[in-house]
Protein backbone atom coordinates (compact mmCIF):
# COMPACT_ATOMS: atom_id res chain seq x y z
CA UNK A 1 0.00 0.00 0.00
CA UNK A 2 0.84 3.64 -0.82
CA UNK A 3 -0.65 6.73 0.25
CA UNK A 4 0.02 9.47 -1.75
CA UNK A 5 -0.69 13.28 -1.05
CA UNK A 6 -0.24 16.15 -3.10
CA UNK A 7 0.15 19.95 -2.32
CA UNK A 8 1.59 23.11 -3.88
CA UNK A 9 -1.71 24.24 -5.73
CA UNK A 10 -2.89 27.76 -6.15
CA UNK A 11 -4.02 30.46 -8.76
CA UNK A 12 -1.21 32.31 -10.36
CA UNK A 13 -0.98 34.62 -13.21
CA UNK A 14 0.36 33.53 -16.82
CA UNK A 15 4.13 33.77 -16.60
CA UNK A 16 3.81 32.17 -12.78
CA UNK A 17 5.47 29.32 -11.22
CA UNK A 18 4.48 27.54 -8.72
CA UNK A 19 6.09 23.75 -6.79
CA UNK A 20 3.73 20.82 -6.20
CA UNK A 21 4.69 18.23 -3.67
CA UNK A 22 3.88 14.89 -3.41
CA UNK A 23 4.26 13.30 -0.07
CA UNK A 24 4.45 9.06 -0.11
CA UNK A 25 3.91 6.84 2.86
CA UNK A 26 3.44 3.01 3.05
CA UNK A 27 6.40 1.70 1.42
CA UNK A 28 9.94 2.07 -0.02
CA UNK A 29 9.61 5.36 -1.64
CA UNK A 30 13.12 5.25 -3.43
CA UNK A 31 11.82 1.80 -4.79
CA UNK A 32 9.42 3.47 -6.86
CA UNK A 33 9.08 4.83 -10.63
CA UNK A 34 6.84 8.21 -10.09
CA UNK A 35 5.11 10.38 -12.32
CA UNK A 36 2.77 13.53 -12.59
CA UNK A 37 -0.53 13.39 -14.18
CA UNK A 38 -3.59 16.69 -14.52
CA UNK A 39 -6.94 16.78 -15.88
CA UNK A 40 -8.12 19.89 -16.95
CA UNK A 41 -12.07 20.63 -16.35
CA UNK A 42 -13.90 18.34 -19.34
CA UNK A 43 -10.54 16.94 -20.66
CA UNK A 44 -9.34 13.03 -19.82
CA UNK A 45 -6.69 13.13 -17.38
CA UNK A 46 -2.84 13.44 -18.96
CA UNK A 47 0.44 11.55 -18.28
CA UNK A 48 2.76 14.99 -17.91
CA UNK A 49 6.18 13.53 -16.17
CA UNK A 50 7.73 10.74 -15.23
CA UNK A 51 10.83 10.25 -12.86
CA UNK A 52 12.73 6.72 -12.48
CA UNK A 53 14.15 5.54 -9.34
CA UNK A 54 17.85 5.51 -8.56
CA UNK A 55 20.30 7.46 -6.00
CA UNK A 56 22.13 9.22 -8.19
CA UNK A 57 21.24 8.98 -11.54
CA UNK A 58 17.20 9.20 -12.19
CA UNK A 59 15.77 9.16 -15.76
CA UNK A 60 13.55 11.79 -16.28
CA UNK A 61 10.56 12.46 -19.08
CA UNK A 62 8.23 15.06 -19.63
CA UNK A 63 5.41 15.49 -22.16
CA UNK A 64 6.22 17.84 -24.76
CA UNK A 65 3.38 20.61 -24.07
CA UNK A 66 5.22 20.60 -20.55
CA UNK A 67 8.81 19.98 -21.74
CA UNK A 68 11.43 22.82 -21.12
CA UNK A 69 9.19 24.71 -18.16
CA UNK A 70 8.69 21.54 -15.62
CA UNK A 71 10.82 19.91 -13.97
CA UNK A 72 9.80 16.59 -12.31
CA UNK A 73 12.31 15.66 -9.26
CA UNK A 74 12.40 13.66 -5.96
CA UNK A 75 13.82 13.80 -2.78
CA UNK A 76 13.81 10.38 -1.28
CA UNK A 77 15.31 10.86 2.16
CA UNK A 78 11.71 12.77 2.43
CA UNK A 79 10.07 10.67 0.58
CA UNK A 80 8.53 13.61 -1.24
CA UNK A 81 8.30 14.07 -5.19
CA UNK A 82 8.14 17.66 -6.85
CA UNK A 83 6.71 19.35 -9.88
CA UNK A 84 8.29 23.37 -10.56
CA UNK A 85 6.58 24.76 -12.84
CA UNK A 86 7.84 27.51 -14.41
CA UNK A 87 5.95 30.10 -17.42
CA UNK A 88 2.39 28.66 -16.40
CA UNK A 89 -0.28 29.33 -19.10
CA UNK A 90 -3.74 29.01 -18.73
CA UNK A 91 -4.08 26.01 -20.49
CA UNK A 92 -1.95 24.46 -17.45
CA UNK A 93 -4.77 24.82 -15.40
CA UNK A 94 -5.65 21.50 -14.36
CA UNK A 95 -6.04 19.27 -10.70
CA UNK A 96 -3.06 17.34 -10.56
CA UNK A 97 -2.78 13.92 -9.40
CA UNK A 98 1.08 12.14 -8.51
CA UNK A 99 0.91 8.39 -9.21
CA UNK A 100 2.99 5.45 -8.75
CA UNK A 101 3.09 3.89 -12.55
CA UNK A 102 1.11 0.61 -13.21
CA UNK A 103 -0.35 0.76 -10.35
CA UNK A 104 -3.71 1.54 -8.32
CA UNK A 105 -1.87 4.62 -6.32
CA UNK A 106 -3.74 8.00 -7.00
CA UNK A 107 -2.77 10.91 -4.91
CA UNK A 108 -6.22 13.37 -4.27
CA UNK A 109 -5.16 16.07 -6.37
CA UNK A 110 -4.40 19.50 -6.08
CA UNK A 111 -6.00 22.57 -8.16
CA UNK A 112 -3.69 24.94 -10.27
CA UNK A 113 -5.62 27.48 -11.94
CA UNK A 114 -3.16 29.88 -14.01
CA UNK A 115 -5.55 33.33 -14.90
CA UNK A 116 -5.09 37.05 -14.90
Known amino acids: QVQLVESGGALVQPGGSLRLSCAASGSDFSTLNMAWYRQAPGRQREWVAR??????????SYADSVKGRFTISRDNAKKTMFLQMNSLKPEDTAVYYC???????WGQGTSVTVSS
Open 51 to 60: ISTGTFTQYV
Open 99 to 105: NVPDTPY
